[in-house]
């Protein structure tokens, strides 16, 4: 008799699928013969704590079948959220910017002059705000970004980050990839400004940029968190755990409607643990804690005892 495939089987394959095209699929989204010679990011902080950030950028396109570049913002650290808005994009040297913008995994994807093939050196200027990026520590209002994202996935000549604000603050700016990380030089700039510069960055390396003000010199709203997207804790792990003895009690005779009961439970709460963070605040949202091991411990109950109806 043949064996059917398994749908736990069916669906490890499918994501390990998934994850190898996953490369392939998002290489295409770059142009990878295109470098930045230059890069200037001007941070402006406002007393309400939002962050005005005007980056303008130049592009050189080796070849003539470029086709634009993929600016990537994130919009989520750790358990953090911020908003990227009033997204613009314009080019003083009247290259085609046709501005696609969507959002991917707490990060908004920004292509910039997708359509038809362009060539040679183009200068870009990207403006939009980002609220609930500053946020109190203490006795400080704190700013830390990453001014180039999660990297460029092309090599930067000269990068530049300037902040400004309605105060005096204490600045700092660390480069390259994290953990190996060197001080970017610069620093104070003139009264509530300062300034700092890294050349010859390779794809994927940053600029992180710190300005503390002192506590009152703004005003930002209330930090926007997420849960964490695995929050198991140990009592979690317990109860999961605590299928191996309450298993081998049930490997016993046990009637037909605990084993189902126990499935319809344990399916509805890995359903529910997944979901409610998705309807509240989209996919990216998803967030899996101690009820999935609830759940997972209920259907791994329920498995054990069908199997032993099978058997007999």
Known sequence: MKRRPSPTGLMTAATLVF?????VLFRGQQSA?????????????????????RETFTVDYAESGSTGILRRLREREGDLVHRIENVTVTSPTFAPVNLTDREFMHERQLRIGAGPPVSGRHTYVLDYDVVGLVRTHGPRDELLWNALGPGWAHPLGEATVRIQGPAVFAAGCLAGRSGAQTTCAGGPDGPGKAAFHQSALRPGEGMVVRAAFASGALAPAAAVTAPPHLGFTPWGWLVLLSAVPLGMVLHGRSPQWLRHALGVAGGGIVVWDLADDVIAGGPWQAAADDKLLCGLMLLALARVATRRTAQE
Request: cysteine-free; glycine content about 4%.
């Open 33 to 53: 013969e295109a470098a930045v010679p230059e890069f200037d990011a001007l941070l402006t902080v406002t007393e309400d704590g939002t962050v005005h950030v």
């Open 19 to 23: 994850l190898a095209i996953l490369p």
